[in-house]
């Protein structure tokens, strides 16, 4: 499906336009019908030969409806701005473009309408003041048709035109954060709430759970059904226009401006820096005094806003800005924007998002390169995949190199004993397994020790002297070892404890080369006091003793007699 929004002054044709290249009447609204003036949104739809199917949203032309108007461009790939032949360019022509310029409209084309109406010479002033006006826009060199709704002049090339138009446009990429930007909510008898938008950045398939994003919050939904151009689909791919039917959620409470969403994939934000272009018609400087209307998705929304470079930017300039919204939504950096000043009553410019997640600080950056993020929420805030630096951190080259040199200090600091690792915090954590795939540092019993000294505990005195008299040993007293090298001795297990005795720890193998030959002889078993005599050592070490082999699977006891296990 291709989305595509007319735009134009009142009263210049776009809904007789769309009615007659469509065969559907766009103005919803029996008041809209009457009055010959479309107040909301209205939707049609019609199939192209290469393009497929296209859906028309038609806008409202009228100022006092341009809030309507700036909802119904959120999601479209192509503007079909419409220009009465016999008035030429008015007010609302220049508003609509300026917006359209704005968004970044990626395509558009220009409908001469009511062209029937005048001769060649009017119809040609007319075709040179559009072209005049479009120089330097997002629609300069746009193709212009000349037609008419009533009388059919120009409505195939018109179709032809667009058709080009958009069977050339690249489809809206997916990148698997599905959101709807509501502009309908309404209930069909049978079926329940059911909201409509254009669907951006990923897909809506049925039995999604989902989530509204609105002023009171959010609020749990299931999608039951999905419809498309009139007809149920299993999908709303990126780009389209769809109607979600929402199961466990009332129709009062989302309307337009509010988002759906898959649970988890946002991060709603009530702050952002963005870049802002003001328009070079507008007579005045953007400073932070003026009363804001920001429009962002369906949405309208009074904003604060703080000019970041400097304090205020004139006429056909850009800089950056923050907006402070009055409740949270779920923007990403990219997302376009359009500001109106209220008091004047007037476009002054928009832009596009950098970051959601601003610090204090001016940051004018979508990334931030001296703080730790979580990859996840990098995600989340630009919309795009990003690569994890370090296991699930983005984090600059110098910030990690600084990381790396503190926990190396550490490191040496804790010399013997080594870094608890477990009392780092998950960042540094993740540097010391770097630094041990690096091999500049070693883990070991859950401590960090530096490779170059990972041997200085095994030489450690009280190691030494326990290894004299490995059957016999003292305690740790005549060592003068002090319990906490005590404890990183054990942990290496250089040192074995049993109920208050320490050995070393090379008394396992020494002890169990004795013990094979004291088996040979004993082949139903050895007790302790067999034990006792084949070790040299009184009862006092002996049981702890076989008590740790035992332990350690290296002896097998049944009763008063031992086994050595075999291999």
């Known amino acids: 499906m291709h989305v595509v929004a007319t735009a134009g002054h009142v009263d210049h044709g776009k809904s007789a336009l769309v009615r007659a290249l469509t065969g559907t009447d766009p103005d919803r609204f029996v008041e809209e019908q009457q009055r010959g003036l479309t107040i909301d949104l209205g939707f049609a739809w019609m199939t192209l030969p290469a393009a497929g199917a296209v859906e028309f949203v038609d806008v409202p032309g009228h100022v006092r409806f341009i809030s309507n108007m700036l909802a119904g461009v959120a999601v479209i790939e192509a503007g079909l701005l419409c220009v009465d032949a016999r008035e030429g360019w008015r007010a609302q022509t220049e508003e609509h473009l300026r917006i359209l310029d704005l968004i970044g409209l990626p395509a558009g084309l220009i409908a001469l309408t009511k062209s029937g109406l005048v001769d060649h010479e009017r119809l040609a002033a007319a075709q040179a003041e559009v072209e005049h006006r479009l120089a330097g826009t997002v629609l300069d060199g746009a193709p212009i048709v000349a037609c008419d709704s009533l009388a059919g002049i120009g409505l195939d090339e018109l179709r032809d035109q667009l058709d080009r138009i958009l069977a050339g446009h690249a489809s809206a990429p997916d990148d698997g954060r599905a959101r709807l930007w509501v502009d309908r909510s309404f209930t069909i008898g049978g079926a329940g709430t059911v909201v409509t938008g254009g669907v951006g950045h990923g897909a809506f398939a049925p039995s999604d759970q989902v989530e509204t994003i609105g002023p009171g919050g959010h609020r749990s939904a299931r999608v039951r059904g999905i419809q498309a151009l009139g007809h149920r689909v299993d999908r709303a791919p990126a780009g389209s226009r769809a109607a979600l039917n929402l199961a466990g959620i009332d129709r009062h409470a989302v309307r337009r401006g509010d988002a759906v969403v898959h649970p988890d994939q946002w991060r709603p934000s009530g702050r952002v820096d963005a870049s802002l272009q003001v328009l070079d018609s ?228 020494a002890a169990a080369k004795i013990l094979a030959e004291l088996a040979k002889e004993r082949p139903d078993g050895f007790t302790v006091s067999d034990a006792r005599q084949a070790l040299g050592t009184t009862r006092r070490w002996a049981v702890p003793l076989l008590e740790v082999l035992d332990e350690s699977g290296i002896t097998i006891r049944h009763g008063d007699r031992r086994h050595l296990r075999t291999p």
């Open 282 to 509: 507008v007579d005045h400087d953007v400073t932070g005094r003026g009363a804001y209307l920001a429009y962002v998705g369906t949405g309208e929304h009074a904003v604060r806003l703080r000019v970041l470079d400097g304090s205020a930017l004139g006429p056909g300039s850009t800089g950056v800005v923050r907006l402070t919204f009055g409740r949270q939504l779920p923007l990403v950096a990219g997302d376009r924007y359009v500001l109106r000043d209220t008091g004047r009553g007037e476009v002054i410019g928009g832009g596009a998002v950098i970051d959601v997640a601003p610090t204090r600080r001016r940051t004018g950056l979508a990334r931030p390169e001296h703080d730790w993020v979580a990859a996840t929420e990098l995600e989340q805030r630009l919309g795009i995949h990003v690569e994890p630096t370090l296991e699930g951190w983005v984090v600059s080259p110098s910030t990690l190199r600084t990381a790396k040199d503190a926990l190396l200090s550490g490191i040496d600091q804790a010399r013997p004993i080594g870094l608890d690792v477990a009392l780092l915090d998950e960042r540094r954590r993740a540097v010391v397994r770097l630094l041990e795939r690096e091999q500049q540092a070693e883990i070991t019993a859950g401590y960090a020790v530096a490779p170059s000294w990972r041997d200085e505990l095994a030489g450690h005195p009280f190691v030494v002297l326990l290894e004299q008299d490995l059957f016999s040993p003292p305690a740790p007293t005549m060592g003068n070892v002090s319990p906490e090298v005590l404890r990183a001795l054990i942990r290496r297990q250089l040192v074995v404890v049993k109920d208050g005795i320490y050995f070393a720890g090379k008394v396992r193998s």
